[in-house]
T-cell receptor, first 113, second 113 residues
Framework: ETGVTQSPTHLIKTRGQQVTLRCSSQ?????VSWYQQALGQGPQFIFQYYREEENGRGNFPPRFSGLQFPNYSSELNVNALELDDSALYLC????????????FGQGTRLTVV | LAKTTQPISMDSYEGQEVNITCSHN???????ITWYQQFPSQGPRFIIQGYKTKVTNEVASLFIPADRKSSTLSLPRVSLSDTAVYYCLVGDMRGGATNKLIFGTGTLLAVQP
C-alpha cells in the first residue's frame, strides 16, 4: 500500500472523446508524475508536476495535459482520444525533485473503442 | 539519461537465489541505479537503490562493480510471489533534476514450484 490513490480504476471511452484521470499523492509528497504503460511495455513518462507547475515532459502530444492542485493531488487530461491511447495510466508521487524513489498508484486502465 | 539493457525473461524455482544483471554502459557520474518490481495490473514498486559497491535491504541486495557499467539485483530464496517484472533504471539524483523514470521493457521473472 503506497498511499497513492488513482480513480477510476477502469474506464472505457470512445475515440474522439476526452478523459480525466485523477491521482491523490502520498501525504507530504509535492511531486507527481504520470506514466503511460501499454501492454507488454514498460511505463513511459508523460509529464511531472512539482508544486503545481509542470516540471518536465516526455514525448507526448499537447492533447495530453495535466494539473496539480494546492493539496498536490493531480489530474491527467487527454483530449481527442485515439485507439492507441488504450493503456494503463500510472501516477507516481515523490518527495521533491532529484529522487528516483517514487511511489506508484494502482493505475487506471483506459480502453478506447 | 543512460540506457539500460537487461534480459527479457528468467526462470527460477522456489527457494533459489536469483540474480538479474543490468547493463548501463553510459551511466553518468551523478546517476544512481534503481530497481523496481511490477506485478500485473499494478504500479511498479521500489525495491532498492544504490550508487556503488553493495546495498542490502530486507528484500534484496544490489551489487555494483567499480566501473558502474552494470549492476546485479540479487533476490535471496525466491517464492512464487516474486514472479513479476523487474526494471533496472538509472537516473540523476542531483537536486533540481527532473526525476522522470526511464523504464525499459524489464525482466520477467517466473518462479516455479
Amino acid at each position: 500500500e503506497t498511499g497513492v490513490t488513482q480513480s477510476p480504476t477502469h474506464l472505457i471511452k470512445t475515440r474522439g472523446q476526452q478523459v480525466t484521470l485523477r491521482c491523490s499523492s502520498q501525504s507530504g509528497h509535492n511531486t507527481v508524475s504520470w506514466y503511460q504503460q501499454a501492454l507488454g511495455q514498460g511505463p513511459q513518462f508523460i509529464f511531472q508536476y512539482y508544486r503545481e507547475e509542470e516540471n518536465g515532459r516526455g514525448n507526448f502530444p499537447p492533447r495530453f495535459s495535466g494539473l496539480q492542485f494546492p493539496n498536490y493531488s493531480s489530474e491527467l487530461n487527454v483530449n481527442a482520444l485515439e485507439l492507441d491511447d488504450s493503456a494503463l495510466y500510472l501516477c507516481a508521487s515523490s518527495l521533491g525533485q532529484g529522487t528516483t524513489e517514487a511511489f506508484f498508484g494502482q493505475g487506471t486502465r483506459l480502453t478506447v473503442v | 539519461l543512460a540506457k539500460t539493457t537487461q534480459p527479457i525473461s528468467m526462470d527460477s524455482y522456489e527457494g533459489q537465489e536469483v540474480n538479474i544483471t543490468c547493463s548501463h554502459n553510459n551511466i553518468a557520474t551523478n546517476d544512481y541505479i534503481t530497481w523496481y518490481q511490477q506485478f500485473p495490473s499494478q504500479g511498479p514498486r521500489f525495491i532498492i537503490q544504490g550508487y556503488k559497491t553493495k546495498v542490502t535491504n530486507e528484500v534484496a541486495s544490489l551489487f555494483i562493480p567499480a566501473d558502474r557499467k552494470s549492476s546485479t539485483l540479487s533476490l535471496p530464496r525466491v517464492s512464487l510471489s516474486d514472479t513479476a517484472v523487474y526494471y533496472c533504471l538509472v537516473g540523476d539524483m542531483r537536486g533540481g533534476a527532473t526525476n522522470k523514470l526511464i523504464f525499459g521493457t524489464g525482466t520477467l521473472l517466473a518462479v516455479q514450484p
